[in-house]
């Protein structure tokens, strides 16, 4: 094996009292594609911004070419020869290519004035590296996905990074774009570049790294020569963890449709979506970000446009024209934006929770009875047993369980005939997360149909009596939920 | 029972914490200052010509609140104001029968309210701009209907609305009291005017929650161009006569007021109470200052500071709490 | 309505070909309406009757490409004229009086640049407090009455000529051709475009946008101040009434020059193009003897159509996806 050119050991990171990192070890060689996966939250994007100098390490060490070196901000990072690739992209748009490779950066003279025959000069042979004909001086705004992530690349390379970190690069690139991104991480492996590739894609995984690094749960679960593995081993270090939580029981019987979708397509984000809902139960929605969970559920709930499709709800077809059409008719969803889109963070629990059904509390005439919005958000914060027991707090000053418990309030309080809720559990602690599982289930239980969308396997297996796996789009398999491994839904999720 | 009395305190907290209980200190305070720096103030007279004087304010107010607390910007209420006046004045002028003239100038508030609204939740254009832009437009417009000349010879019958006393008192206090008490009720408790609370904390949780947010935000602009419409035609009624230039800098005060009564320039707090407190603070001062016979340009000073010092109040408060501008 | 948004889009996208279509447009209807308007002489009143609010613009149109805007320059402008006016009646001598008016106005300047730092004020807010104190500050010092009587000096800056040139408008040359030269090929000012196009992209490439923001401002105010001392010498006086409603016909030039509110664009060539669209139906007001009061309901109209525009073809460019009532409602 050639030298390290990263060594990275002991690494641990918290967020409040939310540990995210344990103690994590990671050695990158020279001219090697290093795949970091994991589940969402596993903490690769977190460890990768230590390693851009985003953020500080709580402990450990990290070394460079055998030099020790601590990062106070992404400028430092980048003089060792460290380039992140953001999945959020950092250009600015109107500006042109060859501005934004070298911001900051650029060729000047002594009074500080850019040489521009130099700047193009040089964007262009970085860009005929990575195999593009472009001028540099065409606006960033005017590009493809594909290309302006190629002048990310570009940016990196003029800064003589030995290490690039691809942070989901092909998750909006088309196909083509792809093939290009592959031949051009190939190229720079050749040149001696390190990549760290970071992805959720099994196959492109297996196409191009060397070695994978597999994450759980913040802590490092192995490090595997590609061609020494395959996909059922990769997959089990990933989602390795047992069934620990205790989940409600299933239902016992289920009654006719409430709600089914009939070939829901919107542009290449869902093609062809068709499903159903039963009285009672529990369906789960499983498949990897991106894969079309949360824009069915914005769909159906009349939040986005569809291009087709049919929706029919208690067997008349509808067609909600915005979330307080869907609401009137019983259809609720619950967001997994908690913070930019579900919750009031500057209000108290008692107006979140009422916050989706003020004209239950009002009369003919519109006006508000205080004393029953009081009461109502007194009963609900009992029922989900919010801590502090109070409706009076700020909702931005709980933590994060007793956030998504207000935010189930909310929309239990809006009396629902089906829910849809879109990673209910994200960031909670185990405690309030099995309560919040056993409340689906109560709701369930009374006749409510229940679809539950989540990047945890555990969670869907455990919970759900039915498990629909999107992949790109589509829903690959419909699956039981007792019996069904999570190999079985990974393999659906990612063929 | 301790628990009762822990509660009992936090509810005194609560109230002795409002914004309102705070200002009304102030404005106690001031008042009494004031009374022992110049006899004068204490004084029936002083006190019903400060009321008058500071009822466009407030009538204002309310509808700039109302755009605050949708989250939104209202920088065309002055100029609406203006040209209202202006129009309902011609209209009298030509012989038109006073509830039409005056439900003519109210209309046309409620039309360029509803403009502004329409450009801002239809179009998407950020609406200090969309509100910069009619302010232009109205006072430009105004001046040029009245060719920068006063419009006198008003109907007696109009005169009356601004002139005119019930009980010693003039008929804009009991306007603007009515309007205060009717504004600040509907916008506690009456569902739909109580929902652009929620709209100005977070639009887009609002909208999945079942909130006309579009439709809220036009209605906020346009009861906010009729209250400024309703401004305009107590001002030309009780000074006799229309001007292209009435109104001018009344966003600012309004503003301020309302900012100082707890409404947040980043939306989803305000109070019509509050605000009403808020524009009697400055008619106090301003009052003080002409009393103590301080040079009236200190005006000018003294608003742009209480500005500053309003919106720094506001921004501690939102930085305090962990709220970025941002 | 597609293809007349397809050309639109054309037309706005390279450049500002539309707009200076536009001036030529207004150039050739002007001309055979008015014979004399394309003589020097109308020319030169063109320039004189518009030549403060395109000082300003070049330094707005560094302020709106950061994603800020600045209210106060129509109160920066009197202020500074009255400073000046005053400072010429002490024995200080001309050029330390200009020098002293100027700096306070950067001072100001950089006021507003610290209330939006520190204060995490909106850019808005914040000018327009600048703005109403000012004007309330102005009023106090001057008593409401106007300043006058300067030395010859002064009076040559408003009224000389080199080669028959004003001198205002030599100034505004020189100037502007420095600042486009700054702008568009300086390291340091091409920063402004970061700021103001992502914000967060530009502190991750380590650009320290609190400090450029005093640089920003205090040149808007610089500019506005030189606008001010240059209206003091050309009336020789100083008046609070200076530079009324300045501001509006300011940010409309530099948003018809194709700079957008939500920042991270614009250019200093637009903007002049821009200015000389509102010089140009300034002049015509002028020309036709229509109520000069007309114009700023024109130029109101004006901004609003400009914004219209390019959220219009900005909201063609996009996804038709929801989009996020709390990007715009925040936005400014």
Known sequence: ??????????????????????????????????????????????????????????????????????????????????????????????????????????????????????????????????????????????????????????????????????????????????????????????????????????????????????????????????????????????????????????????????????????????????????????????????????????????????????????????????????????????????????????????????????????SQLGLLQHSGIEDTAKYYVQHVKLRPADDKPLVMNLSGGNQQKALLAKWLCADPQVLIVDEPTRGVDVGAKTEIHSHLRQLANSGVGVIVISSELPEILGLCDRVAVFNEGRITAVLDGEGTTQEDVMKYATM | MAISKSATKSSVREFVGRREVGLFLIIVAASAILSLLTPQFLNLNNFISIATGMSYDVIVAIGLTLVLTVGGIDLSVGSILGLTGVVTTMLLRAGVAIPLAVLAGLSLGALLGALNGTFIAKFKINPFIVTLGMMAVARGASVVLTSGYFLSNLPAGYLAIGQGKWFGIPIPIYATIILVIIFDYLLRNWEPLHSIFFIGTNPDAAELSGIKVGKMLIVSYILSGVLAAAAGVFMTSRLAMGYAQFGLGAEQRAIAASVIGGASMSGGEGSIFGTFLGVLLLAIINNGFVLLGLSVYWQGVVNGLILVIAVGVDAIRRMRRGEDRD | MRSLGTVLKKLTKKGNIGLIASVALLTVVMSLAYPNFLTLFNIEITAMGFIQEALM??????????????????????????????????????????????????????????????????????????????????????????????????????????????????????????????????????????????????????IKVNRLRYVIYGISAFMAGLAGIITASQYVSASTGFGLNSDMRVITSVIIGGASLSGGKGSIGGTIWGVIFLAIISNAFVQSGAPTYWQDVVYGGMLLAAVFLEEYLRARGRKAKMKSWREFLTSG
């Open chain 1, 1 to 362: 094996m050639v030298a390290s050119v990263l060594k990275i050991k002991g690494i641990s990171k918290s967020f409040g009292v939310h540990k995210v990192l344990h103690d994590i070890d990671l050695e990158i060689a020279k001219g090697e594609v290093h795949a970091l996966i994991g589940e969402n939250g596993a903490g690769k994007s977190t460890l990768m911004k230590i390693i851009g100098g985003i953020h500080r390490p709580d402990t450990g060490s990290i070394e460079v070419d055998g030099e020790s070196v601590a990062f106070s901000n992404p400028q430092a990072a980048m003089a060792k020869g460290i380039s992140l690739v953001h999945q959020e992209l950092s250009l600015v748009p109107n500006l042109s290519i060859a501005q934004n490779v070298f911001s900051q950066r650029e060729p000047t003279n002594w009074l500080g004035f850019v040489k521009w025959d130099e700047l193009h000069k040089r964007t262009r042979e970085l860009m005929e590296r990575l195999g593009v004909d472009i001028d540099p001086a065409t606006m960033v705004a005017e590009l493809s996905v594909g290309i302006r992530q190629l002048v990310e690349i570009a940016k990196a390379l003029s800064m003589d990074a030995k290490i690039l970190v691809l942070d989901e690069p092909t998750s909006a690139l088309s196909e083509k774009e792809v093939e290009t991104l592959y031949r051009i991480v190939d190229d720079l492996k050749a040149a001696g570049v390190s990549i760290i590739f970071i992805s959720h894609k099994l196959p492109e995984v297996f196409r191009i790294s060397d070695r994978i690094s597999v994450l759980r749960d913040g802590r490092m679960i192995g490090t595997v020569k590609a061609e020494d593995t395959d996909t059922d081993e990769i997959i089990h270090m990933m989602v390795g963890r047992s069934i620990e939580e205790m989940y409600p029981p299933r239902a016992s019987s289920v009654g006719e449709t409430v709600l089914s979708v009939e070939g829901l397509s919107r542009g290449d984000e869902l093609s062809d979506l068709s499903f159903e809902l039963k009285k009672g139960e529990i369906l789960g929605f499983a498949g990897l970000v991106g894969s079309g969970r949360t824009e069915t559920a914005r769909a159906i709930f009349g939040a986005d446009p569809v291009d087709a499709g049919t929706i029919t709800l208690h067997g008349r077809t509808v067609k909600f024209k915005s979330a307080l059409d869907a609401i009137n008719h019983g259809v609720c969803y619950l967001t997994e934006d908690r913070k930019d889109l579900g919750l009031f963070l500057t209000k108290n629990v008692r107006t979140n929770i009422v916050s989706s059904s003020l004209k239950k509390f009002a």
């Open chain 3, 57 to 206: 613009a070049l330094g707005m149109t560094l302020v709106i490409i950061s994603g800020g805007i600045d209210l106060s320059v129509a109160a920066v402008l009197p202020f500074t004229a009255i400073i000046v006016g005053l400072l010429l009646k002490t024995s200080l001598g001309v050029w330390p009086s200009i020098a002293i008016a100027l700096g306070v106005a950067v001072l100001i300047g950089f006021i507003n640049a610290l209330m939006i730092n520190k204060l995490r004020v909106f850019p808005f807010i914040a000018t327009l407090a600048t703005a109403t104190m000012l004007r309330g500050v102005a009023l106090v010092i001057t008593e409401g009455a106007t300043i006058s009587g300067f030395p010859t000096a002064f009076y040559e800056i408003g009224h000389g000529r080199v080669y028959g040139i004003p001198v205002p408008v030599i100034i505004f040359l020189v100037l502007a051709v420095l600042f486009a030269l700054l702008l568009k090929n300086h390291s340091y000012f091409q920063q402004v475009y970061f700021v103001g196009g992502n914000a967060k992209a530009a502190q991750l490439s380590g």
